[in-house]
């Protein structure tokens, strides 16, 4: 039997000790009450520090098979438990891509043997992710898919989204939406504005965004389908998903921490690091973002970590690959920017990041009580230190938040009761 022991552990401002037996947590006492039976555990000493339920990121990918210089499912695990997430969903742009029930197959088999953490997987909509026709959704979604999504490519037939959102409601799954409109690209490699027009780089106009979106949520209010959008990213897009839920619409929303932090106008120079899909928009858009955190419109954050190699992040923003990496920067970044500067409490931050995108999805949540799964992550909220590539667990350095002086480092993460990440 798996026993392991937190000792000296901070749970909603009280110090306790929470015993664990395989996946499940058996009590939580006083750090004052006598420890029988000492010997059988793995003891942690938390030190006064806090714990919190597992983080949850529904946007990783981990790259593997086909791609796996990039990121394993080991790896990208590892980082992930590094950053004190439990729980992730994979997306199926790997090669092969998971657009056919073997290769999910194969895929829920690998991430079971490989992942050091709970690790869900997407299946595709179409074929490759970008041909015009439908996969075979009544049978993946039997066989375990989370849900379905081309992410890396919008959707651009009306007729294949319309199919697609009528088979995943009839197996009670979501569509998940990576919006964007090929026609409106215009092979930009940053958003159309003052900054690409300074920077001679062309622009990807958010209408790209927004337009597909519109045309998305009027179908998902027609057939009734859980519709969730994947990195919400311009003001536009906000107001619309506002709208869709007044209107009744069964829609929800993530946006990355990159998207709430950053925008086109911090671009100075021709920098590959702040190239990502979607790109940074305008000093507007992110405040609207932040906006629609704040009000609801938008249930979640998840990170899109995208890792690269070294040379695919180099050179100029016209050649190198969009993406940034997340998963070990994203508690810290977004308690540090968020709770630290008081605009929300700690525990908003976790209806973010680990509750809604749990409930999102009808999956049970992390729970920190007697009889819960034990998926939870001790933090020290106190730590400051600057974020540091060479500390990543990720095969991916490509971050601009590289240097940046953040608060909340990950001490031990336990998912399904095990030791996924100890310091």
Known sequence: MNKILLKNVKLNREIVNISIENDTIKSIVSNHSEIVNLDEYEVFDAKGNTVLPGLVDVHVHFRDPGLTYKETIETG???????????????????????????????LLKNKTDSCIETYQYASISSNLDQPDNTDINTMAQLGAIAFTNDGHGVQNAGVMYKAMLAAKQNNKAIVAHVEDDSLINHGVMNSGKAAQKLGLPGMNGLSESSQLARDLVLAYKTGVHYHVAHISTAESVQLVRMAKELGVKVTAEVSPHHLLLDDSMISMDNPMMKMNPPLRSPKDRQALIAGLLDGTIDMIATDHAPHSKEEKSGSMLTASFGIVGLETAFSLMYTKFVKNGLVDLK????????????????????????????????????????????????????????????????????????????
């Open 348 to 423: 908003t931050l976790l209806k973010w990041m680990s509750f809604n995108p749990l409930q999102t999805f009808n999956l049970k949540p992390n729970e920190i009580k007697v009889g819960a799964k034990a998926n939870l992550t001790i933090m020290d909220l106190n730590a400051e230190y600057q974020i540091d590539s060479q500390e990543f667990l990720s095969k991916g350095k490509n971050s601009p938040f590289i240097c940046e002086k953040v608060f909340g480092r990950t001490l031990l993460t336990l998912s399904n009761g095990k030791v996924a990440y100890r310091i």
């Open 77 to 107: 695990s590892k980082a992930a438990a590094h950053g004190g997430f439990t729980t992730v969903f994979a997306m199926p742009n790997v090669k092969p891509v998971v657009d056919n029930p073997q290769a999910l197959k194969n895929m």
